[in-house]
């Protein structure tokens, strides 16, 4: 088939800028055909773009011969110009529908569709993830993705706004971060090397220099397990603040979670409409609940955990049950947690870690971390790890480290609670998990 090029037609409109008000005006749209409606008279041809759809009505016997012959050749998914008049109307949900003057043909696809895009039949995830540039075709995707973006771009300048500056650390790595158990290894040149879990101990250093942090990036789990919120590559949201403890970093995420969830309200009400959910900007400040108290609900519920073990899943699923919102547990035992969170001054066997959990999530963790050498060494060792593989992180703690806090949010989570997706695959492009590792 003779395809045609651009050539000099230029975008007027999105599909979702026009309006009843552009009745009788002519615009120049771009997108692909999402459906084709034949009938006998008249042709529907549904026209999508990343914005959202618009109806193009053909009326065969009062087109140009062109271009009825050139809508005869549309399939779904060709990529297509149309030039065409707005035309008011009460026969589309959105009150309008375009009258082709011309058509562009500008690429083709495949008559075998792997899964239907248009929403009726709905597919399994494996099919979609499957065939996942085009499953990203769909509406729900698109509106997902958006949600995200428009969260992530809430999140960037709110902390801009806080005097964080933007940090990219390495993702390639010589020693385990927090122990190995859940590292890629790499080839690097003949020597053993690791993919990076968390930018933890940069953004530490960089407090040193830099004070106030923060990273958004991709960072690796060798997860064994499968669960619906764990990837292996996930992308994380991280901050860290000189001269601050976990109460302030924590007063600032709930801020962040707040803005973010607020402009999203804002900002998405169509692609909430899409998704059929609905959320509450929650209220600050989130409840606190010690590790302490958890344990006490939980044992009110039936369920016993010795003290000083991590709370199971199952264990978090009641929880939920009793919170079903935003809280944070804090005050944790300190060998609970990783070999970096301070113990309390007063209680040694208990931290200054926190998580902030959402239901039976976990969304982000954080704390206060230790600044003293020392203190640093004696934790490392108490966890079984080697001082002498994080010598190059302890110089830093020759030169004056500040006392700092900070906290690590997963973006892939915050997006299934700001969509009400269950699946943490459905809000990753292309997921990573124990199973698949393509497209
Ligand atoms: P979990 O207990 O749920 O496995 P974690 O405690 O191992 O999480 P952290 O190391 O505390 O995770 O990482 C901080 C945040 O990063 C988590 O609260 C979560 O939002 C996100 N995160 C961590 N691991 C993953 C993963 N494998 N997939 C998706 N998100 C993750
Ligand atoms: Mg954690």
Redesign the pocket.
């Known amino acids: 088939m003779n395809l045609d090029s651009i050539g000099d037609w230029t975008r007027t409109h999105y599909t979702s800028q026009v309006k009843p008000e552009n009745d009788g005006q002519e615009v120049t749209l771009f997108g692909w055909v999402q459906d084709v409606r034949d009938l006998g008279g008249i042709r529907f041809i549904i026209l999508q773009d990343r914005e959202g759809t618009i109806q193009i009505t053909i009326p065969k016997k009062r087109v140009q011969p062109e271009v009825l012959a050139k809508s005869d050749i549309l399939q779904k998914r060709f990529s297509f110009a149309v030039k065409g008049n707005v035309k008011k109307t009460n026969m589309t949900p959105r009150g309008i529908e375009v009258i082709p003057n011309a058509f562009k043909i500008l690429n083709v696809a495949t008559e075998q569709l792997p899964i239907d895009i248009t929403g009726k039949t709905p597919a399994l995830i494996e099919a979609r993830l499957d065939a996942r540039p085009l499953d990203l075709t769909q509406e729900r995707n698109l509106a997902t993705f958006k949600v995200q973006h428009t969260a992530l771009e809430a999140i960037r300048s709110f902390l801009f706004g806080k005097d964080f500056l933007e940090v990219h650390t390495p993702r390639l790595i010589a020693s385990a971060t927090e122990g190995g158990a859940e590292l890629f290894t790499v080839d690097y040149f003949g020597q053993k090397a690791y993919l990076a879990q968390s930018p933890q101990l940069y953004k530490e250093e960089l407090t040193l220099s830099f004070e106030k942090v923060f990273e958004v990036g991709p960072f690796f789990r060798a997860e064994e397990s499968h669960t619906r919120r764990h990837l292996s590559e996930f992308t994380s949201v991280d901050i860290e603040a000189a001269f601050t403890s976990a109460t302030d970093v924590m007063g600032l995420l709930e801020q962040v979670i707040h803005h973010a969830c607020t402009v999203v309200k804002e900002k998405c009400a169509s692609e909430m409409s899409v998704l059929g959910y609905k959320f509450e900007v929650p209220q600050i400040p989130f409840k606190r609940l010690t590790y302490d108290q958890v344990l006490d609900d939980l044992k009110k519920q039936d369920v016993s955990i010795p003290w000083g073990e991590d709370i199971p899943t199952e264990a978090f699923r009641v929880l939920g049950k009793l919170y079903p919102f935003f809280y944070f547990i804090t005050d944790w035992p300190t060998h609970a947690k990783a070999f970096y969170i301070k113990p309390r001054e007063d209680k040694p066997e208990l931290c200054e870690g926190f ?1 902030l959990m959402w239901h039976y999530i ?1 969304l ?2 954080g704390g206060t971390r230790i600044a003293q050498k020392d203190q640093l060494i004696q934790r490392l060792q108490e966890k079984g790890l080697n001082p002498e593989s994080f010598k190059c992180h302890l110089q830093a703690y020759d030169y004056g480290m500040p006392p700092h806090a900070g906290w ?1 949010l997963g973006l892939e989570r915050l997006t299934m609670i700001l969509t009400g997706n269950k699946n943490i695959r459905e809000v990753t492009l292309y997921p990573r998990d124990r199973v698949r590792l393509t497209p």
């Open positions: 998580d976990e982000v963790s690590g």
